[in-house]
């Protein structure tokens, strides 16, 4: 199980573009520490309040580290959900079946675009607190919220992955 059944986390503020630390490499982390433990609580806590959240990277928080959380529960383009989880040192290791699909993230509040990404992924990564290693076979909007999220480990937002101009849209709705 990759579930996250880790401690009660704080609610952290979350940082927008163009902050620097959203387009810094994240460092590898030991995934054993207590202060990633505490991180990953932080990261879950955050998602969980903040409404339409379905993944949020430590370089969101202002932790330049490559930890993320994600939980696609409930939502209408999941195919496979794994629940509310947290990975450490993430790195895509097979994808296929790429697709364009609408993206938007709590660090670009004010734009959506439309981002290629494989409609199935495998990845391997560590859990938090165990370090145990793990692989996590996906697909669909679960898939692509790994994509996003370990590109914001890796420095990158989705509007480095828009085709152009012409892919990027300003949001109408705020809720
Ligand atoms: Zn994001």
């Given at each position: 199980?990759?579930?996250?059944?880790?401690?009660?986390?704080?609610?952290?503020?979350?940082?927008?573009a163009?902050?620097?630390?959203?387009?810094?490499?994240?460092?590898?982390?030991?995934?054993t520490?207590?202060?990633?433990?505490?991180?990953?609580?932080?990261?879950?806590?955050?998602?969980?309040?903040?409404?339409?959240?379905?993944?949020?990277?430590?370089?969101?928080?202002?932790?330049?580290?490559?930890?993320?959380?994600?939980?696609?529960?409930?939502?209408?383009?999941?195919?496979?959900?794994?629940?509310?989880?947290?990975l450490?040192?993430?790195?895509?290791?097979?994808?296929?079946?790429?697709?364009a699909?609408?993206e938007?993230?709590?660090?670009?509040?004010?734009?959506?675009?439309?981002?290629?990404?494989?409609?199935?992924?495998?990845?391997s990564?560590m859990?938090?607190?165990?370090?145990?290693?793990?692989?996590?076979?996906?697909?669909?909007?679960?898939?692509?919220?790994?994509?996003?999220?370990?590109?914001?480990?890796?420095?990158?937002?989705?509007?480095?992955?828009?085709?152009?101009?012409?892919?990027?849209?300003?949001?109408?709705?705020?809720?």
């Amino acid at each position: 199980m990759i579930a996250w059944a880790g401690p009660d986390g704080r609610v952290l503020p979350v940082v927008t573009a163009p902050a620097p630390v959203l387009g810094a490499v994240g460092d590898e982390v030991d995934p054993t520490s207590p202060e990633v433990v505490r991180l990953a609580a932080d990261l879950v806590a955050t998602m969980r309040v903040s409404p339409g959240c379905v993944g949020l990277a430590a370089p969101q928080v202002g932790v330049g580290a490559q930890v993320f959380c994600v939980d696609v529960t409930g939502h209408p383009k999941a195919s496979t959900v794994h629940g509310a989880f947290v990975l450490c040192n993430a790195k895509v290791i097979e994808a296929s079946r790429w697709k364009a699909g609408r993206e938007g993230c709590m660090s670009v509040p004010d734009l959506t675009g439309d981002v290629k990404r494989a409609g199935r992924v495998v990845v391997s990564a560590m859990l938090p607190g165990s370090g145990e290693p793990v692989t996590v076979t996906t697909d669909a909007f679960e898939a692509r919220a790994l994509q996003h999220e370990i590109d914001h480990c890796d420095g990158k937002l989705f509007l480095d992955r828009v085709a152009g101009a012409h892919a990027i849209y300003q949001r109408k709705v705020y809720l």
